[in-house]
């Protein structure tokens, strides 16, 4: 019998999950209780945890089979290619690669043909103020909008372009033009349909560049104005870190932003998971091969636990 408790914290979206310890192995009825909550609540924090890079593997791979990063080998984790570091620490005197990722609104990985599914972030370390992230629900930026809106979106794609995440080049001409050799620019729908929950949400976010079949100057402003309701402030939850916070959001119909207001002297320092979601979408030019993904990939050594309930 699960001891979980779940409270929303955000009208748009957000629960608090209590009453359980991610460092152990969990039962599968745990396991399907938080992901039925995560289906309902699309963001779940589960404050005063005590976690590591191994048992944050082993916890969020219950959920699906994870990313090994071969989009951005810069930003892994040096002995577990699943895990993200994100962090404005120094490493032997030199900065950061991660400092400042995810500063504009985005869905993770959308500009890959396979974007993440879910995202865990581990809080470990964080600024005295400042540093939040913010989730804006895209059901809800869907389904606010107007029915003719609604009809002429279903039947459009749109180009994601990861030369357009906020200050790529800030990292280093290196880091930048490997980035963009990795993830050349694909094509999604601009709504997708959420394959658990059946319901549409908007597929829009600060990557992208252009409509198909729109010219970029009748793109520009449908893309402004997508990206500006999408984030309408009645749509977003902003989550205020705690250390020993984990969360974990959906990207099928999620938004979100790193807050880059904090004092960079000090100390922001996380680590991350996703699990792979579906393959979906097109190169925008085919023959242009994005980074190899590695199926399986268990090179982090780490033993798989309990199989995941989702592949
Ligand atoms: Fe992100």
Redesign the pocket.
């Known amino acids: 019998m699960t001891t979980i408790s779940i409270q929303r914290v955000g009208f748009a979206c957000g629960a608090r999950v209590t009453g359980t310890d991610l460092s152990k192995s969990l039962s599968d009825e745990e396991i399907r209780a938080i992901h039925t909550a995560w289906l309902e609540h699309l963001v779940l924090v589960f404050p005063g945890q005590t976690l590591d890079p191994v048992t944050l593997v082993n916890f969020t791979r219950r959920f699906g089979q994870l990313d090994d990063y071969a989009t951005q080998p810069f930003a892994r984790h040096p002995e577990i290619n699943e895990v993200m570091v994100l962090t404005n620490k120094r490493t032997n005197g030199r900065p950061s690669k991660t400092y400042n ?2 500063q504009n609104w ?3 990985l959308s500009y890959t043909l396979r974007p993440a599914k879910g ?1 865990s972030v581990y809080c470990m370390e964080k600024p005295s103020v400042g540093g939040d992230t913010m989730f804006a629900n895209m059901y809800l930026a869907y389904e606010t909008l107007s029915p003719k809106m609604r009809a002429f979106l279903d039947g459009l794609e749109a180009i994601h372009d990861a030369s357009l995440i906020e200050g790529l080049d800030d990292r280093g001409p290196e880091v930048a033009s490997e980035f963009r050799r990795l993830n050349p620019p694909v094509i999604h729908p601009a709504v997708r349909l959420h394959p658990e929950s059946g319901k549409k949400a908007l597929y829009i976010n600060e990557r992208v560049r252009q409509f198909v079949g729109l010219s970029r100057t009748e793109s520009q402003p449908l893309i402004k104005f997508l990206r500006e309701h999408s984030v309408s402030p009645r749509f977003v939850y902003r989550h205020y870190w705690n250390i020993g916070d984990l969360v974990m959001w959906d ?1 099928r119909c999620l938004v ?3 807050v880059g207001d904090y004092d960079p002297a000090e100390i922001r320092h996380m680590i ?1 998971t996703s699990t792979m979601g579906d393959h979906y979408g097109r190169l925008e030019q085919p023959g242009r091969e994005p980074a190899e993904t590695h199926p399986g990939a268990t090179s982090s050594g780490i033993a798989p636990d309990v199989a995941a309930l989702h592949d």
């Open positions: 990722n995810g985005h869905s993770d995202t990207n979100h932003l790193a991350r």
